[in-house]
């Protein structure tokens, strides 16, 4: 029994390392989308990871940065990055319809600069996306025990959107991967509005999947602080109420609603 569950395990691992054909297909097709903000401590080791998988390009977003993240980014000896500057902080989401609007590459991988990430526990992302995935989703990690406002406000619009097995998974959280053609047949330029964009997929019939991924994928997250923290809550919350409003007047209309 333990030698089957090594087995098992040791398979899951195996679909998840980064093969030389995979980062030849990379080369051609992946496009990886960094926010980074005040990441001095955690974006040079992300940069190291992602890397590793050879994309066709790195497009940074750094936008409101007061410490060293600029030096870091810019001092980094890996391959030449694309790097859009911006003093003030663009919100939470703006930064994917920037990326999303640069990138040249057909399946686009969202990660954000303050969570280290194993280059191997994001290849999932990206093959689901070449094997025919539309939008390859973050799996929630946990239980819906957990009652906060923002927790049901992402089972409550998948319950809308009858797609309860998504659970409270969202496609606020990252890592997230869509692939050019998805973008484009919504709109790229609404990707600052992941919950929108979601009820928009389901509404054209795209394929959605959720990667599962361990905590121990994560090598180091910033800590936020109570008013930071408190503020993500904000925007993921209101994100998730727009997309509700949106799905339930198209409801109305369509069924001669007033």
Known sequence: MANEKRNRQGSAKKDKEISFGHQVENQDRLSVIISVQQDEKTIRSLLRQVEKLIPKEIILIIHGSQDRTIDRV????????????????????????IGAKEATGD??????GDTIIQAEELVPF?????RGVDVAMRKAAGSTARTGTVTLAKTY?????AQDQLGVSSMSELPMAITEKAAASIGADLLFMPSLV???????GLRIETVQMSQEAILGKKQLSVQESRAKEMTCLGDHLEAVVYWTEQDKKENGGV
């Open 126 to 130: 990206i093959s689901a996306c070449y």
């Open 157 to 161: 619009l998948n319950s809308l959107l």
């Open 107 to 112: 399946v686009w991988l969202f990660l954000s």
């Open 74 to 97: 810019l001092n980094s000896s890996g391959p030449a990055h694309v790097c859009y500057i911006y003093p003030f902080p663009l919100g939470q989401d703006l930064w994917r319809a």
């Open 198 to 204: 979601l009820v928009l997929a389901i509404q054209k």
